[in-house]
């Protein structure tokens, strides 16, 4: 009886350890075209395995994929041109490894090809494990089904934080998490249950932000550091439609202003050099220590008529947390009047060193910018330098920072020029940019089947347990806070 | 006469199954055709299905996805006339045999046969508004087969294991047809002998307790999509009460049944008169609400619709000279028509119109609206608006559109975005009926001259800007200036720019 089970086993174990047996009829000297291309990319250890496949147009079938490290070797067989290495032995592999070295054996009409190695590097510097994303379409003025969503990096698991079939198909938007956190988020819901909802350890406070001064709801939030203040802006935004312009449409601001809102007290605060009739004031993001917001500002013009001739600075002023008061000067880093060129979405490391951010010719709206790219400043030097190795013929826009500075992920339009994908880059101590990855999943051909984009992708250190029930409940049933206007300070 | 036929001639329970199935089947055939020839070839147009494994898995996985899948794969033949009438009314001729055999069952008899056709009328006519979904329909027959395996089951305990099973797997397969199950199987067993009747508040428990895991869970947002044919509708909108009348219409047959089993006439004559009476009971409630959920415009747009989706311009325009055209819309098919023809201009003035209106309808934003007024804008050769309409519409209605993903694909191509066009390219090849039109349209994105489409991508793409601006920022007769300083031969464009001159005359 036990020899039974144990050859059984040992059967079981032949079967499943049996991989295609490969014999290599051809060598090409290039390295394979994959999608996604994984090909010299760098990942954390934590990721979830990259699965990637040979285009269909190269006709293949089965493939065999053999992963090497230093201390280990994996093969992983695939089929319809298409790999999906289990997570067990990914993880295994990665375990302590710096390079994976990949060779692709790929087989076509009967015969095996074996391909160039390429190299994937890994690092040991943990990514968050969560990334938070709102699914939407990248449409125009109408919309349908919408949501919240994490997904767990070290896996393929995605759970809803909120969708808007719990809130009457309205709009959400503009999530956003203090240093990471799950446990202190907020978001916006427009149309059914409009209002901004901020959510502390499981306590959800639904408030009513609009204020007679402000007008508009706010919006690109920027928690403080230590959870009493959230930077705004308020904006009046409209759109409009090219008809031969590369870019579809131009989204422009015809007046905006940038604010803080105090949490405890529920009331909004404001400097005259963030609400100035004269300019356009957008984008705030607070520094790490919380004594510094940072922000956009462009000289005001009449739109939509001088819509080319917006273009955004980037500025400081010093913010007293304690005194909750503003410098009366502002700092420049980037002079778009000099330079010509119009900056959005600043977004400072957690160390404090760098400031990574989008630039493109003009405007604010940089997703809709085919020639938006990153830079990054460095806060100590002024240094201002592209992103090269994350930028692309298409548009890169919004960034963030995962909670050990050594992450970043953005948005890019790279593959199709409309859709917006959610790529991942490691950025060394010195600043370093390495080659991006995007986001992986295990179903074959997920983003080309996919007609959303991903919006907003931030980074958390954890799982948000607020169920979307919890959140619509209280949308549906509690009355709003109404948020006062506490002056200029 | 009949009441001798009636004592002599005895029908066998399964002839007059068949009968009832084929009689239903083919007057259901006639009156769809007749009411509304057009209405599943419109349907089609906002769903089709995909031959992919992912969508079928994560349809299969979702509430109430197995009765959506199989109402798209349904769905996707509705593109040939004639077979959307057809395949529906199959569907409705089982329901009716399957409740027919549920009545006989209850009431030994088939004096309530004609009954059955109360709610089944209903649900035809509830399929002649597009935000309807057809999974009601199929969510419906599984509920009668579910029902007919119900009342042929004798044994107590297993016939309630068998419902309460009957009951989860309808939840899960077809939504909030279950919460119609349970309470029809309650109701009949109750009034059968309410002290056995009693263990069947099982089913209500078990559904709401999954109804309230699903909502709990967030994968519902409400609890009227959990529990009532709410779910069956466009989900962003209110449906009203009409979508209850087959639900509640039902209900109410299977109690009557039951309690009638008590009562059964033995009279010939009493017979005779309750089935006429039926009969005339369902003519006039089937009369009654016609006009109610069938308007004779609308179903003159899905013609019209139809039409202009294959552009047969010359069948449209013999069409609607037939017609009063007080409707806007079809004013808006009728003038891209004629616009096509080449006979706008001279057209426009012998029929209603209200102005630029009846040219481009504005204000309206639902799906049909808005995927209408991209096939005006593609005639005009403003492709901007062709495709931001488009893409609104396809949005719109869950991004399952095959008519407006191939305008897609093609606005994408004429703008040269490849990558893009290959996209929606790649969507339509998963479709069956689809995919020669996506083959085609890749093999002009590859410029493959002998392309059908390479014509139309090469006329369409000479119709671009020369200079870019804001749409209609400056007026539509604006940008239709422009369009014709680069493609001049663009005749439906010239038709339209001297159309709105001649409603607004420049100063």
Not at chain 1, 126 to 149: A, Q, S, V
Not at chain 1, 291 to 316: E, G, H, I, N, Q
Request: aromatic share 12%.
């Amino acid at each position: 009886m036990k020899r039974c089970t144990a050859l059984s086993l040992i059967v079981m174990l032949l079967v499943c350890s049996c991989t295609y047996n490969v014999e290599v009829s051809k060598h090409i000297s290039r390295q394979p075209d994959i999608t996604p291309d994984y090909k010299g990319v760098t990942i954390p250890d934590n990721i979830a395995p990259l699965c990637f496949a040979m285009p269909d147009s190269c006709g293949v079938a089965r493939m065999q994929v053999v992963c090497k490290t230093s201390h280990a070797e994996m093969t992983f067989d695939g089929s319809d041109g298409y790999v999906a290495p289990s997570e067990s032995k990914w993880r295994t592999l990665l375990e302590n490894a710096d390079t994976l070295r990949v060779t692709l054996f790929a087989e076509k009409e009967g015969e095996w090809t074996e391909y160039a190695p390429f190299e994937i590097y890994i690092k040991h510097d943990k990514i968050d494990p969560y990334l938070t994303y709102r699914l939407i379409e990248p449409g125009y003025e109408t919309w349908n089904e919408m949501g919240i969503y994490q997904r767990c990096l070290e896996s393929y698991e995605q759970d809803d934080i909120l969708t808007n079939k719990l809130t009457g198909y309205g709009c959400m938007n503009c999530h956003s998490f203090r240093k990471h956190n799950p446990d202190s988020m907020l978001f916006h819901l427009r149309v059914d249950y409009g209002g901004t909802y901020v959510v502390t350890n499981g306590n959800i406070e639904k408030l009513n932000t609009k204020t007679p001064q402000t007008q508009y709801a706010l919006v690109y939030p920027s928690w403080h550091p230590n959870g009493d203040f959230v930077a705004f802006s308020v904006n009046n935004t409209k759109q409009m439609f090219h008809t031969t312009d590369i870019n579809r449409i131009e989204v422009m601001d015809f007046a905006s202003n940038v604010v803080v809102y105090d949490v405890g007290r529920h009331e909004i605060i404001t400097s005259p050099k963030l609400f100035s009739p004269r300019s356009f004031e957008t984008f705030p993001w607070f520094s790490p220590d919380g004594r510094t917001l940072y922000f956009c500002t462009s000289d005001s013009v009449p739109m939509p008529a001088d819509y080319r001739d917006v273009k955004y600075s980037l500025c400081s002023i010093a913010f007293d947390p304690v005194g909750r008061t503003f410098a009366d000067h502002v700092d420049t880093l980037y002079n778009a009047r000099t330079n010509g060129k119009s900056v959005s979405f600043p977004r400072v490391s957690p160390d404090g060193k760098r400031l990574m951010f989008t630039l493109s010719d003009y405007g604010n709206f940089s997703i809709w910018h085919k020639e938006a790219d990153l830079y990054m400043a460095e806060l100590g030097s002024g240094d201002i330098r592209p992103l090269t190795m994350l930028n692309s013929d298409d548009v890169e826009s919004y960034h963030s920072w995962s909670s050990n500075g050594r992450w970043v992920v953005f948005s890019s339009r790279r593959d199709n020029g409309l859709y917006t994908q959610p790529y991942i880059a490691y950025i060394d101590t010195d600043g370093t940019p390495h080659k991006p990855f995007l986001l992986p999943q295990k179903e074959k051909g997920y983003y080309e089947s996919l007609m959303k984009s991903f919006n907003i992708p931030e980074f958390t250190t954890g799982k948000v347990r607020t169920t979307p029930y919890e959140l619509s409940s209280v949308a549906k049933r509690e009355r709003s806070v109404d948020v006062s206007f506490g002056g200029f300070r | 006469m009949l009441i001798a036929c009636m004592k002599h001639c005895v029908l066998q329970h399964k002839t007059l199954s068949v009968i009832t199935w084929a009689v239903t089947f083919t007057v259901g055939c006639l009156f769809m055709y007749l009411v509304g020839e057009y209405n599943f070839c419109y349907l089609e147009q906002w769903g089709t299905f995909f031959y992919d494994y992912h969508y079928v898995m994560s349809e299969l996985c979702s509430y109430g996805g197995g009765a959506r899948l199989v109402g798209s794969l349904l769905t996707q033949f509705f593109v040939v006339p004639w077979v959307g009438i057809a395949i529906t009314a199959v569907l409705l001729s089982c329901v009716v045999t399957l409740f027919a055999d549920v009545l006989y069952r209850l009431t030994k008899s088939e004096h309530l046969l004609p009954s059955t056709l109360f709610p089944v009328s209903i649900l035809m006519l509830l399929l002649f508004n597009v935000n309807c979904q057809y999974s009601y329909l199929v969510s419906m027959l599984l509920f009668a087969a579910a029902l007919t395996l119900h009342v042929r089951i004798s044994g107590e305990w297993l016939r309630c294991v068998v419902a309460v099973v009957s009951a989860i797997l309808l939840f899960m397969a077809a939504g909030q047809i279950a919460t119609l199950y349970a309470c029809v199987v309650l109701v009949v067993e109750l009034l059968r002998d309410w002290r056995k009747g009693v263990r069947y508040l099982l089913l209500p428990a078990v559904v709401g307790a999954m109804g309230l895991y699903v909502v709990r869970a967030g994968w519902v947002g409400t609890w009227k999509h959990v529990f009532l044919p709410d779910g069956y509708f466009t989900l962003r909108l209110s449906a009203g009460t009409s979508m209850y009348l087959p639900c509640g219409l039902t209900v109410a047959l299977f109690a009557v049944a039951t309690l009638y089993r008590r009562f059964v006439a033995r009279n010939a004559k009493v017979v005779v008169a309750l089935v006429a009476l039926q009969c005339v009971g369902v003519t006039a409630f089937v009369a009654t609400n016609v006009p109610k959920y069938i308007s004779a415009d609308n179903e003159a747009f899905k013609r019209l619709n139809h039409l202009a989706s294959h552009e047969a311009w010359d069948d449209i325009v013999s069409y609607c000279k037939h017609k009063p055209m007080t409707n806007v819309l079809h004013q808006n098919i009728f003038n891209m028509a004629l616009a096509e023809k080449g006979a706008l201009v001279t057209e426009v003035v012998k029929y209603p119109n209200i102005g630029v209106q009846s040219l481009f309808i504005s204000g309206d934003k639902n799906p049909y609206i808005l995927a209408m007024l991209s096939d005006v804008y593609f005639a005009m050769g403003h492709i901007a608006f062709s495709q931001l309409y488009a893409f609104e519409a396809n949005e719109s209605s869950g991004n399952v559109s095959p008519r407006m993903l191939k305008r897609l694909a093609l606005a994408s191509a004429i703008y040269d975005n490849k990558p893009l066009a290959r996209k929606y390219i790649a969507l339509l090849e998963k479709t069956h009926f689809y995919r020669t039109w996506a083959d085609d349209m890749r093999r002009a994105l590859d410029g493959d001259t002998a392309s059908p489409l390479a014509e139309v991508l090469a006329t369409k793409r000479a119709c671009l800007f020369p200079d870019n601006r804001f749409s209609g920022s400056k007026g539509l007769d604006n940008d239709l200036e422009e369009i014709l300083k680069v493609a001049p031969e663009h005749h439906a464009t010239s038709q339209y720019l001297e159309t709105i001159r001649l409603f607004i005359p420049t100063k």
